[in-house]
Nanobody, 127 residues
Framework: QVQLVESGGGLVQDGGSLRLSCEAT????????IGWFRQAPGEEREGVSC????????YYADSVKGRFTMTRDNDKRTVYLQMSALKPEDTAVYYC????????????????????WGRGTQVTVSS
C-alpha cells in the first residue's frame, strides 16, 4: 500500500511563494511516478506537475509553467513543489498523487484513473 502525506500549504498574498512537500511511503513507491493535482472551488481536479520515476522527466501544466518547480529527493520518496508568483487563481486544495504512468500521462489522466492520492493541503492566495 502506498501512502502520500502532503505538507506546506497555507495563506499567501498575490505574488508570493510557497513550497509544498509530499512524503511517499510503501513498498511500491520506487516504481511510481509522483505528482501534484489541484482542485479549485467549484472546479474539477487537474494535473499541475508530475515527475516520472524512470527518467525524471517533469511535466508542468501550461497554467504553472515558469512559476512552479517540482523537485525530488535522491531517495525518490519525497517530492517538492516550489510555487512562485502565485495568483489568486492558484487557490485550491493540492493533492500529492502517484501512479505507474509516465509524468505526462499521469498529469493528464482523468483524476478517477490516478491510483494513489494524499489527503490534500489547502493553498489560498489572497488578492
Amino acid at each position: 500500500q502506498v501512502q502520500l502525506v502532503e505538507s506546506g500549504g497555507g495563506l499567501v498574498q498575490d505574488g508570493g511563494s510557497l513550497r509544498l512537500s509530499c512524503e511517499a511511503t510503501g513498498s511500491s513507491v520506487d516504481f511510481l511516478s509522483i505528482g501534484w493535482f489541484r482542485q479549485a472551488p467549484g472546479e474539477e481536479r487537474e494535473g499541475v506537475s508530475c515527475i516520472s520515476n524512470l527518467d525524471n522527466k517533469i511535466y508542468y501544466a501550461d497554467s504553472v509553467k515558469g512559476r512552479f518547480t517540482m523537485t525530488r529527493d535522491n531517495d525518490k520518496r519525497t517530492v517538492y513543489l516550489q510555487m512562485s508568483a502565485l495568483k489568486p487563481e492558484d487557490t485550491a486544495v493540492y493533492y500529492c498523487v502517484a501512479d505507474p504512468s509516465t509524468a505526462q500521462s499521469m498529469c493528464t489522466l482523468p483524476p478517477s484513473l490516478v491510483d494513489y492520492w494524499g489527503r490534500g493541503t489547502q493553498v489560498t492566495v489572497s488578492s
